[in-house]
């Protein structure tokens, strides 16, 4: 039991939640100009992601400046996630009125 105990503290577990990146799999997000527009004006940084961009998070979670780090989800989503809570958070937007809204319809249509 010990050693299982100490091979547990060797590892650790981590997340990359990553946004819409340029990938082969989000290429409908970003390969049409109107459904890019859709994608970029919802995250505050006003631009997609790239490849690199997320394997530089990858990159810390492995080396050795993220020892003590484990458990942890990392978000690297240009703040998309932030800037759509942010919506709801200060109200300026219903969850009705969210259903209702062209960008929810047109990525319901991207499916």
Sequence with gaps: MEKINHLLLLNRVNCVAPGTIKTRMS?????????????????FLKRLGETQEIAGTVTYLLSDDASYVTGETIVAAGDFFYFTFLLFLKNLISIPEFLNNKRWHACKALK
């Excluded at 290429?27 to 995250?43: F, H, N, Q, R």
Aim: net charge negative.
């Design 27 to 43: 290429e409908m997000l970003w390969k049409s100009e109107s459904a890019s527009d859709l994608v970029v004006s919802d995250t």
